[in-house]
């Protein structure tokens, strides 16, 4: 499998958009990582929310503790505790939901902010790269075959330009029916050039 064309230039190309691709999915990476955590900050008042309705319900379970200890009037004295107490543990489990919340807001996010930009840059980068490997081998298996010049002869009088073609013979096709040789090898190189594929020695 050819990844590469055996042209510089062309080679050169597709090295360089190959590190931009991998330099901007991982900045999309980094992008939603840093999302992700940004969005994770806003979990400290749902811990907050959390520790003072668990300090509260302490507090009122202890009062309701102590005052229930009291002669005659403990047991109803305490009941406002107890029932305060029972509001706290909903004040906690607000700030639980809260915490749970935004640790899925912030995964939610994160791949949004990351899976987005690294969808493009592989639909965009990657169709390229697989059309240009898929059309290197093709034409390698031209080049291998018996006939294997015609072959390309024929794939360049019909995929490249006619001002491309005419540049090797004022009428490209009439010189490939009647098998001139050197007309043949040229525009086969051309088709070989075109797939960025070397001539095999």
């Known amino acids: 499998m050819q990844l590469?064309?055996?042209s510089a230039p062309v080679r050169?190309?597709?090295?360089?958009?190959?590190?931009?691709?991998?330099?901007?999915?991982?900045?999309?990476?980094?992008?939603?990582?840093?999302a992700a955590a940004f969005i994770?900050?806003?979990?400290?008042?749902?811990?907050?929310?959390?520790?003072?309705?668990?300090?509260?319900?302490?507090?009122?379970?202890?009062?309701?503790?102590?005052?229930?200890?009291?002669?005659?009037?403990?047991?109803?004295?305490?009941?406002?505790?107890?029932?305060?107490g029972d509001a706290a543990s909903q004040v906690v489990a607000a700030g639980r939901d809260q915490q749970e919340a935004v640790g899925t807001a912030s995964l939610?996010?994160?791949?949004?902010?990351?899976?987005?930009?690294?969808?493009?840059?592989?639909?965009t980068w990657l169709r390229r790269r697989i059309a240009f490997v898929r059309r290197a081998?093709?034409?390698?298996?031209l080049h291998r075959s018996e006939g294997g010049d015609d072959l390309l002869a024929l794939r360049a009088l019909s995929t490249l330009e006619p001002a491309v073609l005419r540049s090797v013979a004022p009428n490209p096709v009439a010189a490939w029916r009647t098998g001139d040789a050197d007309v043949v090898g040229r525009l086969a190189d051309l088709a070989l050039?075109?797939?960025?594929?070397?001539?095999?020695?």
């Open 12 to 34: 050169a190309r597709q090295i360089t958009a190959d590190v931009v691709a991998l330099a901007l999915v991982v900045a999309a990476v980094v992008a939603g990582s840093a």
């Open 193 to 201: 050039r075109d797939a960025g594929v070397g001539r095999a020695r």
């Open 40 to 84: 994770r900050t806003f979990a400290d008042l749902g811990r907050r929310v959390e520790d003072a309705g668990l300090g509260f319900q302490r507090s009122m379970s202890d009062a309701a503790e102590t005052i229930a200890g009291l002669p005659l009037v403990g047991e109803a004295a305490g009941r406002p505790f107890v029932g305060a």
């Open 108 to 123: 939610v996010v994160g791949l949004l902010v990351a899976g987005i930009p690294i969808v493009v840059v592989l639909l």
């Open 137 to 141: 081998a093709a034409v390698s298996a």
């Open 4 to 6: 590469y064309s055996s």
